[in-house]
Nanobody
Framework: QVQPVESGGGLVQAGGSLRLSCAAS????????MGWWRQAPGKEREFVAA????????YYADSAKGRFTISRDNGKNTMYLQMNSLKPDDTAVYYC???????????????????????WGQGTQVTVSS
């Protein structure tokens, strides 16, 4: 059983930065691609960013492009989301998501599909004040 655990959320003013971390245990970390999703109050969960198992490919939602950077350190079994120039609209609970290693490979056309991901963390709250 894969167990992702997020950390790094908090309260920040608009224009500020935060770095989220996701540590995933219970599975060979190095062979799975991973993603970040978020859910704001009253809204559906939405894709933010994803990264392939070796970090060779990254994918971003339009809302994250140019402001957020996804990365991973396989030696530490940890994935990161560096968020800069934060806006109040970024306020949400951010989730780390891991697909089954036996599922389809990440592509630009499928990374934003909720069904691709099998394991979810508890989430970390990010609040951006105006």
């Amino acid at each position: 059983q894969v167990q992702p655990v997020e950390s790094g959320g908090g309260l920040v003013q608009a224009g500020g930065s935060l770095r989220l971390s996701c540590a995933a245990s219970g599975h060979p970390f190095t062979i799975v691609s991973m993603g970040w999703w978020r859910q704001a109050p009253g809204k559906e969960r939405e894709f933010v960013a994803a990264i392939t198992w070796n970090g060779g490919d990254t994918y971003y939602a339009d809302s994250a492009k140019g402001r957020f950077t996804i990365s991973r350190d396989n030696g530490k079994n940890t994935m990161y989301l560096q968020m800069n120039s934060l806006k109040p609209d970024d306020t949400a609970v951010y989730y780390c998501a891991v697909p089954s290693p036996y599922g389809p490979a990440f592509t630009a056309s499928n990374v934003g599909s909720l069904a691709l991901y099998d394991y979810w963390g508890q989430g970390t709250q990010v609040t951006v004040s105006s």
